[in-house]
């Protein structure tokens, strides 16, 4: 069968490239305004940064690592939305607690409650040359994103912050200068590849969720990149063809650290080098760039 594909263009509100058919501006524009509860909880990334690693492992903190009750037709992101998605807004709303919500809005859209310390964010920063491969192999595969003609041209396109979730810089570092005002965790995907069980022992502190060493551990093993590669609600390997053309891709691609050397050339890495260096300069967090 022939899949339709779509492909819809960046649309900017406020300096922000949203997904036609996918955002709606006026929605996202109210999410500043949202009243928030101290239950809450936000998972915020720059695309490719760890989300759906960080959706299956809040789910299963509050299942206390039981994985069957978990377990559903739907995808997670049924359990633990995108905020910014069109009609989400007001599904919040209402919605009982806890409220459990990923975004990768620029901090100027996200509810200013939060700087007041309503509710918990659990930012996941990631090297931003791995997002970048990572990022490129999702758009050969996301319908509702424009298909890159090569590497050089996806490079091109996310230096210039011409993708949805805008600058990397900006982002990592507009969030990361506002966490002392909010209940954040700042954690890294690195942090998470190398030692997965303190990151969600750190989590289910910010949770309050007192968990046994069984159960932490339970959490950890459902979580694995082999583990959640299985988990078809996990890894959106059912999400409809007209969403991800899934002989394209899928998102439980690599999950390494380092794959940017398979991609970057010389002149790109250096590149990337001096804008890291330049945009970067005052960042106090070190990233690890390869194993
Ligand atoms: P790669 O494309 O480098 O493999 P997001 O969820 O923000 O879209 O990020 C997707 C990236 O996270 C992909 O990176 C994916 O493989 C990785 N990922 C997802 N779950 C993971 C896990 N359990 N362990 C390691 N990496 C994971």
Same mark, same amino acid.
């Given at each position: 069968?022939?899949?339709?594909?779509?492909?819809?263009?960046?649309?900017?509100?406020?300096?922000?490239?949203?997904?036609?058919?996918?955002?709606?501006? #006026?929605?996202? %524009?109210?999410?500043?305004?949202?009243? &928030?509860?101290? +239950?809450?909880?936000?998972?915020?990334?720059?695309?490719?940064?760890?989300?759906?690693?960080?959706?299956?492992?809040?789910?299963?903190?509050?299942?206390?690592?039981?994985?069957?009750?978990?377990?559903?037709?739907?995808?997670?992101?049924?359990? &633990?939305?995108?905020?910014?998605?069109?009609?989400?807004?007001?599904? =919040?709303?209402?919605?009982?607690?806890?409220?459990?919500? &990923?975004?990768?809005?620029?901090?100027?859209?996200?509810?200013?409650?939060?700087?007041?310390? @309503?509710?918990?964010?659990?930012?996941?920063?990631?090297?931003?040359?791995?997002?970048?491969?990572?990022?490129?192999?999702?758009?050969?595969?996301?319908?509702?994103?424009?298909?890159?003609?090569?590497?050089?041209? =996806?490079? %091109?396109?996310?230096?210039?912050?011409?993708? =949805?979730?805008?600058?990397?810089?900006?982002?990592?570092?507009?969030?990361?200068?506002? +966490?002392?005002?909010?209940?954040?965790?700042?954690?890294?995907? %690195?942090?998470?590849?190398?030692? /997965?069980?303190?990151?969600? @022992?750190?989590?289910?502190? /910010?949770?309050?969720?007192?968990?046994?060493?069984?159960?932490?551990?339970?959490?950890?093993?459902?979580?694995?990149?082999?583990?959640?590669? @299985?988990?078809?609600?996990?890894?959106?390997?059912?999400?409809?063809?007209? /969403?991800?053309?899934?002989?394209?891709?899928?998102?439980?691609?690599?999950?390494?650290?380092?794959?940017?050397?398979?991609?970057?050339?010389?002149?790109?890495?250096?590149?990337?080098? #001096?804008?890291?260096?330049?945009?970067?300069?005052? =960042?106090?967090?070190?990233?690890?760039?390869?194993?």
């Amino acid at each position: 069968d022939e899949v339709q594909t779509q492909t819809h263009d960046l649309v900017l509100h406020r300096g922000f490239g949203l997904i036609s058919g996918i955002h709606d501006p #006026e929605d996202v %524009e109210q999410i500043y305004d949202l009243e &928030v509860r101290d +239950s809450d909880v936000f998972v915020v990334t720059y695309p490719k940064s760890g989300t759906i690693w960080m959706q299956q492992i809040l789910l299963l903190i509050e299942a206390k690592g039981d994985l069957t009750a978990i377990s559903q037709e739907g995808n997670n992101s049924d359990l &633990v939305p995108w905020i910014e998605l069109k009609g989400n807004r007001e599904a =919040f709303i209402v919605a009982p607690s806890p409220r459990l919500r &990923v975004s990768h809005l620029q901090y100027k859209f996200m509810p200013a409650a939060l700087s007041r310390r @309503k509710g918990k964010v659990i930012y996941v920063a990631r090297n931003p040359k791995d997002v970048l491969v990572s990022y490129f192999h999702f758009h050969n595969f996301a319908n509702m994103l424009e298909t890159p003609k090569d590497f050089d041209d =996806f490079f %091109e396109k996310f230096m210039a912050a011409r993708v =949805f979730g805008g600058s990397w810089f900006e982002h990592v570092k507009t969030w990361y200068s506002h +966490s002392d005002d909010m209940n954040m965790l700042f954690i890294t995907y %690195e942090e998470m590849i190398q030692d /997965l069980p303190s990151v969600v @022992k750190r989590i289910s502190g /910010l949770l309050g969720k007192d968990l046994t060493e069984e159960q932490l551990a339970d959490v950890v093993k459902h979580s694995t990149f082999k583990n959640m590669k @299985k988990i078809p609600q996990a890894s959106y390997e059912q999400v409809s063809d007209d /969403l991800l053309n899934h002989s394209q891709g899928r998102f439980m691609r690599k999950g390494t650290i380092g794959d940017w050397k398979n991609h970057f050339t010389v002149a790109q890495s250096e590149r990337f080098d #001096e804008a890291f260096h330049r945009e970067m300069q005052d =960042f106090p967090l070190s990233f690890i760039w390869d194993l």
